[in-house]
């Protein structure tokens, strides 16, 4: 297994299993929004702005629904050029500590490897404190070239951008203005090219 990755941005997750899960990933400040919790904590929230101000911060919530609230609240409190965020794949099964899968049958956080883990933290952009940091992309798409790619605004656009998110291994509730800041966060234009030629 790699070395944690030693990185400047603290990374905030939904609760204490993702946050056990990240341990050993990632060498940084991590915290926890305790789940919805978070909508009522009016300190734990003005914890994480200034720990945004200070550093910035990478969201990584689970793939399901919640997590997605959980995302969008963060991302409307927090301001948008400190915030940098980590999606994990859409993975069916149960973590190992449940009975049962949850609502929508996907692995959260928790249930990830490493691996995958560390490939979120480093396609977010994180800044890596140790060795070069990788170029983080700067794509250029907008939402009128999602609407001209058949990913927004016309029939069978979200059959569309669901086949897209699946073959890029990002969670199936993006929304079109989700997926267009992912593409642009994730890859540079000449890979997008190339993916969405295919």
Avoid: C, W
């Avoid at 993975?91 to 995958?116: H, N």
Wanted: glycine share 10%; proline share 5%.
């Amino acid at each position: 297994m790699s070395a944690p990755l030693r990185i400047r941005e603290a990374i905030v997750v939904e609760g204490r299993y993702d946050k056990a899960a990240l341990a050993g990933v990632a060498d940084t400040l991590i915290l926890e929004t305790a789940g919805f919790g978070v909508f009522k904590d009016g300190e734990r929230l003005a914890f994480l702005r200034r720990l945004a101000v200070q550093r910035g911060l990478i969201v990584l919530t689970d793939s399901d629904g919640a997590g997605f609230v959980i995302r969008n609240y963060l991302k409307g409190a927090i301001p948008k050029d400190r915030l940098k965020h980590a999606y994990i794949p859409d993975v069916y099964g149960k973590e190992r500590r449940k009975k049962a899968p949850g609502k929508e049958g996907k692995l959260g956080v928790e249930g990830m490897s490493p691996e995958i883990l560390r490939s979120a933290i480093l396609r977010a952009g994180a800044t890596v404190l140790d060795g070069d940091a990788p170029d983080r992309p700067a794509g250029d798409l907008t939402m009128a070239d999602l609407f001209a790619l058949g990913l927004s605004g016309v029939p069978e656009a979200a059959e569309r951008r669901a086949a897209l998110l699946k073959r890029l291994d990002l969670p199936q509730h993006m929304s079109a203005k989700a997926l267009l800041a992912a593409l642009n966060a994730l890859y540079t234009p000449q890979e997008l090219d190339g993916l969405l030629a295919k």
